[in-house]
């Protein structure tokens, strides 16, 4: 009794907390609006801009009439990237759910935080230390080796907390109807969290779609159309920045922008509606 008089003469009258309430909830509507409307208006400027200058040519055609070279690019570097980082994320975040009392688990888990902070280019200086000087050349499998070594970490971190929410009932379950353990994990355990792990995939891929900063010094970027990975290869983000530096071909930035601002769109809608449909 005492500890909820003490704690009603610190809040006042019921009157005064709802007051006090009522006022922090205006607050925060009030610099929500705020903080949405330059996005708005960033947003809203975008899609006008960009969609009068959507036409069949900017899908059909390379620079400087189209993005076709960065398009085809985007997907091929994203192909490669996610061939690469789903198996190290995937059996990197099975180990850290299963092996979560060993001293390396701790060492891992910590380097996976680390490496989900580090800048975009330090990404792409380290790839291009290790791929493009041993290759001796730019290309898109440097581009797709450095958004590969990016997603790695997202993929990682969604497998894990997606195992952690699978009962652990499940995987007795299995080994007790004398299925080992590899079996039970690759067709039990892991199918279970299925949702989780692809949403992450999704969002990793989204995540990358986006960088600008790794392929300059990975895949440079190419004025056509080609599928040879181990030559330079152009991406939508790359044009945005090559159309950005020359006034002649700068309608084509808003264009390229409102695309790439779908698809990412799009794939953060994917990954939520699959979040919802295969939920634990």
């Not at 709802?18 to 006022?23: E, G, P």
């Not at 790794?214 to 790359?238: E, K, N, Q």
């Amino acid at each position: 009794m005492k500890s909820i008089d003490v704690i009603s003469k610190r809040t006042g009258s019921p009157k005064r907390r709802q007051a006090l309430s009522r006022t922090a909830y205006v607050v925060v509507i009030v610099f929500s609006l705020l903080t949405a409307i330059p996005l708005l208006s960033i947003l809203i400027d975008l899609v006008v801009k960009g969609w009068s200058h959507f036409n069949i040519d900017l899908f059909t055609q390379s620079t400087p009439s189209g993005i076709l070279n960065g398009i085809t690019g985007t997907f091929m570097m994203l192909l490669i990237a996610t061939v690469l980082s789903i198996p190290l994320g995937l059996f990197t975040g099975i180990f850290l759910s299963e092996k979560q009392d060993a001293k390396l688990t701790n060492v891992v888990r910590t380097l996976t935080d680390i490496l989900q902070g580090v800048p975009s280019i330090v990404w792409g200086i380290v790839v291009y230390m290790l791929v493009v000087k041993t290759m001796h050349t730019y290309s898109a499998v440097a581009g797709g080796v450095a958004l590969g070594f990016m997603m790695i970490p997202m993929i990682i971190r969604s497998t894990e907390e997606g195992l952690r929410m699978v009962p652990g009932t499940l995987k007795e379950a299995g080994l007790a109807l004398g299925g080992s353990y590899t079996k039970v994990m690759f067709t039990v355990v892991v199918p279970s969290a299925f949702g989780s792990i692809f949403t992450g995939i999704l969002l990793a891929i989204s995540r990358v779609m986006g960088e600008t900063a790794p392929l300059m010094v990975t895949a440079l970027g190419a004025t056509y159309v080609h599928f040879d990975l181990t030559r330079p290869m152009s991406a939508i983000s790359l044009l945005i920045w090559e159309f950005y530096s020359n006034p002649i071909l700068a309608d084509l930035v808003w264009s390229s922008s409102l695309l790439l601002l779908l698809l990412i769109l799009g794939m953060n809608l994917l990954a939520k509606s699959v979040a919802a449909k295969w939920r634990i």
